[in-house]
């Protein structure tokens, strides 16, 4: 699937430090279908106080604002995984050249984490 390409060089990004990075595209296989997984998506987001703005079948947009800061992503999704993806559009965290704050990259790492525990508990009730 195109979501995956990229997950090498997303990889390693992740190790930059400082104020200003590249943004990070987030990928992940997932063992649920696609319509478990955006209950996943939906719900980590809320965990975290993200805001869904759209949701289409495959994408979603969310927002996550703390103080100043305003960060968009676009999350697609599929039977095989998902991919998060901050957005320029909206976002307040990005330099003209392109780079982020390193928010952006924890933010969406944050994000990654809470909807991998979504997915365990899925997983752990249709286990038992």
Known sequence: SDVYKRQVAGVAVLGVTGCATHPVSVQQA????AAQLRTCIKRAAHRRGWR????????????YVKG????????TYDNEGYMIEAVKEGSTLFNKD???????????ANLTVTIREEENKILLRQTN
């Open 30 to 33: 997932t063992e649920l279908p």
């Open 52 to 63: 869904v703005v759209t949701d289409e079948p495959g994408k979603m947009r969310i927002k």
């Open 68 to 75: 100043p800061h305003v960060l968009v992503a676009d999350v």
């Open 98 to 108: 392109g780079t982020a704050h390193r928010k952006v990259n924890s933010w969406t």
